[in-house]
């Protein structure tokens, strides 16, 4: 299933599910503001190279290098063994190495690093330009402004009457609270739970 990010986002805006319309969308947006803040906030703090995250995983793969033995092939090509004997081929000069590892995500894998550290060659440009600092500002660069008072010149020239909402009706019965179960989900009951435990 592909929609953890969906179901996020339908927790953090659950409460504002109960709000009428314009109340939930000011609901909304002061809650994207707020967010976009504080991680602009954070970014501009940020005083290294890599977001903290990324440098983190950096970290992680440069403790694992240390027991690879590595050998030159050419200048910037090398062949790094594991200690299980398995060989990987890692060329710095294109950024890329035979785990995939390194090519699929831009940040560089254990041998890549083992790699670097045998010719000197810094880590931290070895890393995707999408997981530097500064992309990461870029990223939250804008901003969210409150949205102006409605009703009156604001509007329009045209409009001076008060902004009201259409008029709609609404719909019989009990509004739904529970989310529409996606395909391939089923909803589980007492005698489904009672199978799995017997099992």
């Known amino acids: 299933m592909d929609s953890n990010i969906a179901e996020s986002w339908n927790g953090a805006i659950k409460e504002a599910r109960e709000y009428p319309l314009i109340m939930m969308l000011e609901y909304i947006r002061t809650t994207v503001m707020g967010w976009l803040a504080l991680r602009r906030a ?22 694992l290098s240390t027991v690879l033995a590595v050998r030159d092939i050419s200048e910037l090509e090398f062949q790094v063994q594991d200690p ?4 990987f ?30 010719v000197g060659f810094p880590s931290d440009a070895m890393v995707a330009p999408a997981y530097r600092v500064p992309t990461w500002r870029q990223g939250f660069a804008g901003k969210i402004y409150p949205v102006p008072s409605v009703g009156g010149s604001q509007v329009g020239s045209s409009t001076t009457a008060e902004l009201l909402p259409p ?23 007492k005698s489904t739970l009672n199978i799995i435990f017997i099992f």
């Open 42 to 63: 954070k970014a501009n703090d940020e005083k290294g190279t890599l977001t903290p995250n990324v440098r983190k995983l950096v970290e992680e793969n440069y403790d």
């Open 84 to 87: 299980r004997g398995e060989c």
């Open 89 to 118: 081929t890692v060329n710095l000069a294109v950024g890329s190495c035979s785990c995939r590892e390194y090519d699929e995500i831009g940040i560089p894998c254990p041998h890549a690093l083992a790699a670097s550290s045998k």
């Open 167 to 189: 008029a709609v009706r609404r719909p019989s019965g009990r509004p739904r609270k529970v989310r529409i179960k996606s395909r391939g989900e089923f909803k589980v009951t």
